[in-house]
């Protein structure tokens, strides 16, 4: 807690940028440095914040795509001799075929973190072990579409994006549901050849790294126990994979900070990040649960003392909120970020706060005493 005495500030123990992020953008920023009569993109945005990109995009880099894959750049403007970084998410293996075949340089400026790349080898494993791939995951999200393509390389796959999905899944598991109608209720996310009748006799579960852990572990569970009730306990091993937490360490050290957050007695949370930012979304929900909560991507969304600009996160719509702020003494203040917003943003968003309460104790005298 840093008290400025008529507010304070709760500040969870881990958040903001991760190895994985800070990667990706020192490496951006070294192409275009080691490039300057280059064309130097980018296969989408670097991360899920919207001030990073813009900086990215005022140094002169390009967007070929947006998040969701729709082209800005059409492949054919792309010449082997232009830069093309790989975002921190990785990227499907029909894009880096379609790369190489072009000729153009696809490792030096890759950005691909490291923890996105172990879900791929443990994919990778459990396709060479001939189970089908369960992969929890958001299916237009960057990370999953990449983690769907090496996945479904090597043995075959399927995606569910909740415990719902996993739920109806579950049903063609144990025969409850048709056969036929699971590629229309699971359209657009099983890999090409999907035998329902045949391929769900194994399965081991993945993730997309940014979901939620405790979600993850749910829908293992209950995709073990369904395969028990299936096949019986003594021979579950040759059922279901049980495979270990493939979540980063900062998505994780992020969320068990927010639950310790939780449990103080705060009047309202603020979260910082980037609006299409799947891990930040996640803390949004989890600070939604205990206080009122405002999920912006700046300071600027600050409007005043009385009014703030932020991002609903279930009707997917930014709203304008007054009487924000308490009129009450010490206000209490839950403040934190995803793994894709810059820190200093955080600073900023303090400060401007803080510029609401002006018998509050100088700056200087409180980082002295934190």
Same mark, same amino acid.
């Given at each position: 807690?840093? /008290?400025?005495?008529?507010?304070?500030?709760?500040?969870?123990?881990?958040? @903001?940028?991760?190895?994985?992020?800070?990667?990706?953008?020192?490496?951006?920023?070294?192409?275009?440095?080691?490039?300057?009569?280059?064309?130097?993109?980018? +296969?989408?945005? #670097?991360?899920?914040?919207?001030?990073?990109?813009?900086?990215?995009?005022?140094?002169?880099?390009?967007?070929?795509?947006?998040?969701?894959?729709?082209?800005?750049?059409?492949? @054919?403007?792309?010449?082997?001799?232009?830069? &093309?970084?790989?975002? !921190?998410? @990785?990227?499907?293996?029909?894009?880096?075929?379609?790369?190489? /075949?072009?000729?153009?340089?696809?490792?030096?400026?890759?950005?691909?973190?490291?923890?996105?790349?172990?879900?791929?080898?443990?994919?990778?494993?459990?396709?060479?072990?001939?189970?089908?791939?369960?992969?929890?995951?958001?299916?237009?999200?960057?990370?999953?579409?990449? $983690?769907?393509?090496?996945?479904?390389?090597?043995?075959?796959?399927?995606?569910?994006?909740?415990?719902?999905?996993?739920?109806?899944?579950?049903?063609?598991?144990?025969?409850?549901?048709?056969?036929?109608?699971?590629?229309?209720?699971?359209?657009?996310?099983?890999?090409?050849?999907?035998?329902?009748?045949?391929?769900?006799?194994?399965?081991? &579960? &993945?993730?997309?790294? *940014? #979901?939620?852990?405790?979600?993850?572990? !749910?829908?293992? /569970?209950?995709?073990?126990?369904?395969?028990?009730?299936?096949?019986?306990?003594?021979?579950?091993?040759?059922?279901?994979?049980?495979?270990?937490?493939?979540?980063?360490?900062? $998505?994780?050290?992020?969320?068990?900070? *927010?639950?310790?957050?939780?449990? $103080?007695? !705060?009047?309202?949370?603020?979260?910082? @990040?980037?609006?299409?930012?799947?891990?930040?979304?996640?803390? &949004?929900?989890?600070?939604?649960?205990?206080?009122?909560?405002?999920?912006?991507?700046?300071?600027?969304?600050?409007?005043?003392?009385?009014?703030?600009?932020?991002?609903?996160?279930?009707?997917?719509?930014?709203?304008?909120?007054? !009487?924000?702020?308490?009129?009450?003494?010490?206000?209490?203040?839950?403040?934190?970020?995803?793994?894709?917003?810059? /820190?200093? +943003?955080?600073?900023?968003?303090?400060?401007?706060?803080?510029?609401?309460?002006?018998?509050?104790?100088?700056?200087?005298?409180?980082?002295?005493?934190?």
């Amino acid at each position: 807690m840093m /008290d400025f005495g008529s507010v304070q500030f709760f500040l969870a123990r881990h958040f @903001g940028f991760c190895y994985g992020v800070e990667n990706a953008i020192e490496i951006s920023y070294r192409a275009l440095e080691e490039n300057p009569d280059k064309n130097v993109y980018l +296969l989408s945005q #670097m991360i899920h914040n919207q001030e990073v990109n813009a900086d990215l995009q005022s140094r002169g880099i390009k967007f070929i795509t947006d998040t969701d894959g729709t082209q800005f750049i059409s492949w @054919g403007e792309i010449k082997k001799e232009d830069v &093309v970084i790989i975002p !921190a998410f @990785g990227t499907t293996l029909e894009i880096e075929h379609l790369l190489l /075949d072009k000729q153009v340089e696809v490792q030096k400026y890759n950005t691909t973190c490291p923890f996105v790349e172990k879900v791929w080898t443990r994919a990778e494993k459990l396709g060479k072990e001939k189970y089908t791939i369960v992969i929890h995951g958001k299916p237009k999200h960057e990370e999953t579409r990449a $983690t769907f393509s090496h996945s479904e390389h090597h043995g075959h796959s399927v995606i569910v994006q909740d415990m719902k999905e996993a739920q109806q899944l579950a049903a063609y598991i144990t025969g409850e549901k048709r056969s036929d109608d699971f590629y229309t209720e699971f359209e657009k996310k099983y890999s090409d050849g999907f035998d329902v009748k045949k391929d769900l006799h194994r399965i081991g &579960v &993945v993730n997309q790294t *940014t #979901m939620l852990a405790s979600e993850t572990q !749910a829908i293992a /569970d209950f995709l073990k126990q369904t395969m028990i009730k299936q096949f019986g306990n003594g021979n579950i091993r040759n059922h279901f994979a049980d495979t270990r937490d493939t979540l980063c360490y900062a $998505t994780n050290d992020n969320q068990e900070a *927010t639950y310790e957050l939780l449990k $103080t007695q !705060a009047d309202l949370a603020i979260v910082v @990040g980037g609006y299409n930012s799947s891990n930040t979304s996640h803390i &949004v929900e989890l600070c939604e649960r205990h206080f009122p909560t405002y999920f912006i991507n700046s300071e600027n969304e600050i409007l005043s003392s009385e009014e703030i600009q932020h991002f609903n996160l279930s009707g997917k719509t930014r709203k304008r909120t007054t !009487a924000y702020l308490p009129h009450r003494q010490p206000t209490k203040i839950v403040l934190t970020s995803g793994a894709s917003c810059p /820190d200093t +943003l955080v600073d900023r968003v303090m400060l401007k706060l803080l510029s609401y309460f002006p018998g509050s104790l100088p700056l200087e005298k409180v980082l002295q005493d934190f």
